[in-house]
Each structure stands twice: as structure tokens, then as C-alpha cells.
């Protein structure tokens, strides 16, 4: 199939993006990388008489580390993301659940922005930025606000963001101050494909070696990314080797509601999950234990 007739806006700054979107309302909708937007449009289950390009709006494509935060601008592409020595350099696990994205033409038009607008429950970005505790830079009509990630994803393909606003950047927090390992592991059913479960750890110790900070998120597992609050209870506190880490995995997967669809039904996402959870508490642990981040 073919998209419906849109046309196309080319404004070059927040502001005439958000004015675009005050004057079309809902007949109007942000054209970012296109790697979701389009095949909607395509497959009609969308229809928009008019798309905002930001291509060419001012402040959305840039890295920048500042002291202990990266701030990484909405349409910045997720294959930038994946070669960038800043990330790499202060948080891989941002280029690792990069490069589990689609393929590397998906990645080579696809946006940071454009992935965590489109709340995808079986998407990576979202579940990183949960875990990591980012927050979302937004305009709007009445002006700019933050709004954390535990707050932004509202369920299947939806946020907190509304029609006339701008994701204008992300902003991921630098650990400091501890050693902490972060990483993210996934099940697809071949190399590209969304994940049937995935996890992401973030993991922090004292000079002493016991846990002192945890954040385990989920993608897959339910209508939006979901952080594993009593596991992250049940680890914070302790010395990792005093933890049966696959007893906890356990009982946290068993928690769950995954989905129970064509791809794998709900029990067989569950035992995912429960070898997931235990391999990414695993290797962030371990990751934190062989880290210089003091
Ligand atoms: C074959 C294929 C495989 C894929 N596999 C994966 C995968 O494994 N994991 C994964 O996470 N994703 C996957 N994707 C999706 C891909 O990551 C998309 O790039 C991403 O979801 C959307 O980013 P985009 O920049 O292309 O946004 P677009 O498609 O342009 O836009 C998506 C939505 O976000 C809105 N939007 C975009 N930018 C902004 C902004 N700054 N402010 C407000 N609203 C905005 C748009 O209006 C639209 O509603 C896949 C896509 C394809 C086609």
C-alpha cells in the first residue's frame, strides 16, 4: 500500500515546530528518521495531511556532556548513538541497546526522539532510559518542562507527551561517586527483530563492595517498560555473594503478565525473563566490581 497525500513542513526551529502543531492540531504529526511513522502511514493505520520535518530544526542533533549528565538532542540518530565515544566513554550500555535496534539501515535513520515518542513496549530505548533515570526535556505552547522517564511512558505507543508539544532532548544522568555496571541483554527470534523479552541492569556498589544502588527495567514484558522494584529492594543493601540472584530472577519473572501472542506465549516470556533478569543483575555486578567509576 501507499501513504494517503501529506504534505510537508520544514520549520528550523522549536518554535515554528510547535507552532506548526498548534495550527494543524490532530491533522498533524512529527516526521523524525520515519523508521515507524512511514510504514504506518504506508500501511494506513495512520493518516496525517501534514508531517513537521525536523531535519533542519536548530539544537535537536547534538551530543553534549556536561559535568555528569549527557543531554543527547531528540533527532540525533541512533547510529551516531552507536559509534559515539561520549557514550561509549561514560554509558556504553546506551551504545550496546543501540546496536540491538533493527538493522543498521533502521539505525542510520532512526532518532533517539523518534524511538521514545513512539513507546514501542518491545523497544530498548525506552527501557534504558527508565532504568538509567533520564529525563525528557519538552516544549510546548505554555514553554519547556522535564518530565522524568517513571513518568513519560502511559502505555502501548503512549507518553505523557501531548499533541502540540516537542521532545527537544534526553538527558541521562552520569553515575558518580560508586562503581556501577550497566548492561542489556535481549531474546529476538532472528538478529533485528524486535525482542520477544529483554533486560536492562544498572548497578552500583560502595568501596566496600556491597550493592548500594539498583534499577532493573524491562522491555517486552508488559504495555510499557517496567522497573523490577522488589528485586531492586531485595539486591540494594547487600553484598552481592550473601544474594541467590537466580532465586530473585525467578520470583520476579513469575510476577509478570508478559504478552501471549504469535511470537511466544506468555509462559515461554516468562522463562526469558527469568534467565534475562538473572544474567543482566549477573553482569552488571560483575561489571561494577571490575569498575574504576569511584
Ligand atoms: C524493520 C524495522 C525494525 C525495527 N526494529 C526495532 C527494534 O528492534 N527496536 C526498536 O526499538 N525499534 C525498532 N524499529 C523502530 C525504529 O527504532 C524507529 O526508528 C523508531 O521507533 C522511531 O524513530 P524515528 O526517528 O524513525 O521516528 P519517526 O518514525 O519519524 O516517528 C515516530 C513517532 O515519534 C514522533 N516523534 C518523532 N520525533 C519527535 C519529537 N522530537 N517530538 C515529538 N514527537 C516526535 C513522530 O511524530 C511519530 O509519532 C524498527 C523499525 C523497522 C522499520
New binding site residues.
Partial sequence: MKCAPFRVELPSTVDEVVAALVEHGEDA???????????MLAMRLARFDVLID?HHVDG?ASIQLDQNTIRIG??VR?SEIERSDVIKRHLPVLAEATA????FQ?RN???I???L??A?P????PAVALALGATFEVTGPAGTRVIPAADFFLGYWTTA?TDD????AIHFPIPEGKRVGMTVKEV?RRH????LAGAVASIGLDPSGAIVETAIALFSAADQPLRLTEMEAALTGHSPDSLDIPALSAAAAAGLAPGDDLHGSADFRRHLFRHLIADVAAEAITRAQEATNV
Fill in positions: 504529526k512529527i516526521l523524525a528518521g520515519g523508521q515507524s511513522l512511514i510504514p525536523v535537536l531528540s533527532r541512533q540491538l535496534i533493527g538493522h533502521i535513520r532512526g532518532t526522539g523518534g524511538s515518542v513512539h514501542d518491545a523497544a530498548e530505548y507527551l508539544e516537542v521532545l527537544v529476538a533485528g527483530d524486535f525482542a
